[in-house]
């Protein structure tokens, strides 16, 4: 990247304060939930059936990578702590400040959450437009115009897609238990 487009995008954000300890404790957050995805993966990938033709089993390569992951995490935290030692501390509010600066992140990793928890129950079709749906007005869709155009998108994402894998790769996506 030039010196010129850096030095331009420092003047479009404003300084953060206490920035190094801002970033390390959320490295740290990241990381801690990094390593415990990576260790409950690592716990279910021992699960995995086994192959005739595979001496060591089909989860073992998993486990390996799941187990390297862990450990760059636990590296990374440890460093990052070592970092967070030598900050002043944070001024109080700063973690809602952050949290309100990242709202729309956090609102569309709640609706995806949901996405995931409804995908298995109603299937990708039922699952997947108020999923879109919710996305477009979350971020922004409010007058009649953006919400039909928001409804349009929705509905070519959920149906469109379903029908495109159905018939033209033969591939079913999930349907649902409840439906």
Known sequence: ?????????????EPVPHGERAKAVGHIVFNLALLGIAVVMFIHAGGLPSSAWEP???GSFPRLMLAILALLNVIVIIKE??????TA????GSVGAWLWRHRLAFGVLGLFTLYAIAMPLVGFRWATLPFVLACQVLLGARRPRQLAIAAVIALLMSLGLDALF???FS?????????
């Open 166 to 168: 159905r018939h033209v």
């Open 56 to 58: 060591i089993g089909s």
């Open 81 to 86: 702590v070592a970092k967070l030692r030598h």
């Open 1 to 13: 990247m030039s010196g010129a487009a850096s030095d331009s995008r420092s003047q479009d954000r």
């Open 171 to 179: 591939i079913s996506l999930p349907r649902g238990s409840l439906l």
């Open 89 to 92: 501390a944070l001024p109080s």
